[in-house]
Structure formats: C-alpha cells, structure tokens
C-alpha cells in the first residue's frame, strides 16, 4: 500500500496496490513526475532473510489506480533491487541472483523486459546492483558493491542501452567490509549519493564522471540519505542519529534534532527545503523540516 500527501503535516491518502506476494512492501519508487510511478516491492518485515519480488507496478494517474506486471525472464533465484522510471512507458530495474545481477529495460509499459547488461557486469559474486537511477531520459547510474577495493558503479548515456564502467581512478577507495545499502540513495539534478554500511556517503555531482566519499561520523549503517540540492543534505541512522552537509557531501557534521523525527525513511520534497521523515510500527507518523533537519513538525 502506498500513502500520498501533498505535505508532511496534512492528511495521506490510500493509494493501494497489492503484489502477487502479499508480505511484499513498495519499497522501491520512482516518480517520474505527479501522474507516473514505478515501483517494486520488497520484504521489509522479514528480518530474518528479507527478499525482494519480480512484479513492478505502474501508475499513470497519480497512484490512483494501478498496473501491476510480472517480469517474466527473472530467473527463479533473481529479486528486483531498484527502479528508475524514464515515462509511463520505459523504466528499467537492477536485479540481484545471488551471485551477481543484471539490468532490464522496458519500453512497452512492464510488459516485456530486455536485458541490457553484458558479460563482465554484475557478475561478480561478490556485488550486485544495489541501486538504479537516471538524471533525465538518457543519461543514469547503477551502483554496486566493492570488487578489489573499489565500488562497482556504471552509467549510461543512451537510455540504458549500453552501460559503462565509472574509471577505479575516478572513485574513492571502500574500506574493508564496506558495502552499500539497497536503495538507500539520493538523487537531485546531476547529484547522485549513497550510503555504506561503514557510515559513509558516496557521491557525484556530474552525472556519475567523477566520485567523492565523506564520513557522516555517525559510526554506524547510514540507510537514510536525502539531498535538497548539490550542496545540502541529510544522512539517519536508525536510531535517530542525523548528520548534515553543506558541501555536497565533503563533510558532515552531527544535528541534534528537536520534535518527532521519525526513522523509517528521509526524503526531499523536489525543489524545495523541504524534508520530510516516516516512521514505521511504534515509530508511525511523519514530520517535516525546513532548516536542514535542526527542527522537525508534525
């Protein structure tokens, strides 16, 4: 099920859908614009050993209603890990096998998928694609994790057709046992983020040509990242631990928040300065900031 509001304090509307594996959530989403939303799901609740489906789901009319479509050349083994939707009718997922992933386009709606990654991608056991996004209809990236010290990450400049390894000299060095998170990214015009499980944020400012990686100091996961713009952004922990950037993500320093802010999920109202954080369970309800997190409201 999924719940729209047009601001943090007012009321969510029901926007329900159901995938074919009801312990499914919409963990994954992408809004292309007000009308069109691509979204997959994922086991949340499953703490034990959490997984992901094969169905996307597709709304062109703001969630009021929607479209739910099985990818079909998933192997048995295969779970969606990210969407990016391009229009109401192409998007393209990352999936993970187990022992590597792969990347599929569509350009009809979800109704047939092609594979577009090839021999060499993701096939590393040891990463697979953790996120997807693009920066306008043709030009995106797909991050994984480190394979010999350095963080698998593509991108694209023809609509996914083709992928392109990001140069190791152009990105920061992981540090040992650190991995990225599924989903848990930010994206803002020709910015580009995502957080480690070493408490550190990756980015880019230049559509994916070049890497930086700064230390949020939180000392542990970073799941949550949210940027407003190129230079101001968010980094939650779990527990309510929050960090803040000015420079793009350089460097962060620790916030101490006051009022209810909630530790599900943090996200940027597009264009404003906005922030807006949900929570979950006993941590239910959502709350808004509007100076870079010092400050949150019901």
């Given at each position: 099920m999924l719940l729209t509001s047009v601001a943090a304090q007012a009321q969510w509307v029901q926007q329900p859908f159901?995938?074919?594996?009801?312990?499914?959530?919409?963990?994954?989403?992408?809004?292309?614009?007000?009308?069109?939303?691509?979204?997959?799901?994922?086991?949340?609740?499953?703490t034990v050993n959490p997984a992901g489906g094969k169905q996307v789901a597709l709304t062109?009319?703001?969630?009021?209603?929607?479209t739910l479509s099985t990818i079909s050349v998933l192997t048995a083994?295969?779970?969606?890990?990210?969407?990016?939707?391009?229009n109401a009718t192409t998007a393209l997922v990352c999936t993970s096998n187990g022992a590597g992933g792969r990347i599929l386009k569509t350009v009809n709606g979800g109704t047939t998928w092609t594979v577009q990654t090839v021999a060499g991608q993701f096939t590393n056991a040891a990463s697979f694609p953790n996120y997807i996004?693009?920066?306008?209809?043709?030009?995106?990236v797909c991050a994984?994790?480190?394979?010999?010290?350095?963080?698998?990450?593509?991108?694209?400049?023809?609509?996914?057709?083709?992928?392109?390894?990001?140069?190791?000299?152009?990105?920061?060095?992981?540090?040992?046992?650190?991995?990225?998170?599924?989903?848990?990214?930010?994206?803002?015009?020709?910015?580009?983020?995502?957080?480690?499980?070493?408490?550190?944020?990756?980015?880019?400012?230049?559509?994916?040509?070049?890497?930086?990686?700064?230390?949020?100091?939180?000392?542990?996961?970073?799941?949550?990242?949210?940027?407003?713009?190129?230079?101001?952004?968010?980094?939650?922990?779990t527990t309510g631990l929050l960090a803040r950037t000015t420079n793009g993500g350089t460097t962060w320093q620790s916030v101490t928040p006051t009022g209810p802010l909630h530790v599900f999920n943090l996200d940027n109202v597009p264009g404003t300065n906005q922030f807006v954080s949900v929570g979950a369970g006993?941590?239910?309800?959502s709350s808004y900031s509007r100076d870079n997190g010092a400050t949150w409201v019901a």
């Open positions: 159901t995938f074919a594996n009801p312990a499914l959530s919409a963990f994954y989403l992408d809004a292309v614009d007000a009308n069109v939303v691509w979204s997959a799901g994922f086991d949340i609740a499953n062109t009319n703001g969630g009021t209603t929607w083994t295969e779970e969606i890990t990210g969407v990016a939707g391009i996004s693009f920066f306008n209809a043709t030009e995106g994984g994790d480190p394979i010999a010290g350095r963080f698998e990450l593509y991108r694209t400049t023809d609509a996914g057709a083709t992928w392109a390894a990001v140069p190791t000299t152009s990105l920061p060095l992981a540090l040992t046992s650190e991995f990225s998170v599924v989903n848990h990214f930010a994206n803002v015009g020709d910015g580009f983020w995502f957080s480690t499980t070493s408490g550190r944020v990756f980015g880019t400012t230049d559509k994916g040509l070049s890497w930086t990686v700064g230390n949020t100091n939180l000392g542990a996961t970073v799941p949550w990242v949210s940027f407003r713009d190129a230079a101001n952004g968010l980094a939650l922990t006993t941590d239910a309800g």
